[in-house]
Structures are given as structure tokens and as C-alpha cells.
Nanobody, 121 residues
Framework: QVQLVESGGGLAQPGGSLRLSCAASGSIFSINSMGWYRQAAGKERELVAGITSGGRTNYADSVKGRFTISRDNAKKTVYLQMNSLKSEDTAVYYC???????????????WGQGTQVTVSS
């Protein structure tokens, strides 16, 4: 069984920073791409940032220059460093991973449970 567990959410002031972590665990053979999504109240879930197994990254235009995604393959963990936070960054943040479990025939996309990020003064 594969699990993704996020941590690091909370309350930040506008202009502040937060760092999210997402650790994968379980019977994992390999992890391909990983990413962060967010869903604000009343809105659809949207991609924030993604990173391939080789380290290539992509970002939503709204977070370019402010957020940085990274990963530690040895720890099976993906991070999201969020700087210069704005009120519109308030959302539940979810990580996902395209993961091949041991003894499986293919990879599947697994999701974490989500962590709340609130940006407010």
C-alpha cells in the first residue's frame, strides 16, 4: 500500500513563507513525477508545480518566482517552498505522485490528504 502524507501547512502573513513536505511510504518500486495542487474554497483544484524524476520543474504562472518545488529521491519526499505569500494562495494543498508499487503492473497517481494553507494578516 502506498501513502503520501503532507505536512507544513498553517497560517502565514502576507509576504511570509511556508514550506510544505510530502513523504511517500509503503511498498514502492519507483516514483516518476510528483507535484503539488491546490484547491481554494469554491474553486477547482489546480496545478501549482510539478517535478519529474530527473528534476525538471514546471509552475503555474501565478506562483512563478515565488514558489520552488524540489524533491529528495532518497527520502521519497517532495517539497514546496512558498515565499512572498499572498492572500490568494490560501487553499488546501495536495501533493501527488506517479508511483509504481512493488509487484504492480503499472504506475498510478496517488494523492495525499491535503494540508491547509491560510495567508492572512
Amino acid at each position: 500500500q502506498v501513502q503520501l502524507v503532507e505536512s507544513g501547512g498553517g497560517l502565514a502573513q502576507p509576504g511570509g513563507s511556508l514550506r510544505l513536505s510530502c513523504a511517500a511510504s509503503g511498498s514502492i518500486f519507483s516514483i516518476n513525477s510528483m507535484g503539488w495542487y491546490r484547491q481554494a474554497a469554491g474553486k477547482e483544484r489546480e496545478l501549482v508545480a510539478g517535478i519529474t524524476s530527473g528534476g525538471r520543474t514546471n509552475y503555474a504562472d501565478s506562483v512563478k518566482g515565488r514558489f520552488t518545488i524540489s524533491r529528495d529521491n532518497a527520502k521519497k519526499t517532495v517539497y514546496l517552498q512558498m515565499n512572498s505569500l499572498k492572500s490568494e494562495d490560501t487553499a488546501v494543498y495536495y501533493c501527488n505522485g506517479d508511483i509504481m508499487a512493488r509487484l504492480s503492473r503499472g504506475s498510478y497517481v496517488y494523492w495525499g490528504q491535503g494540508t491547509q494553507v491560510t495567508v492572512s494578516s
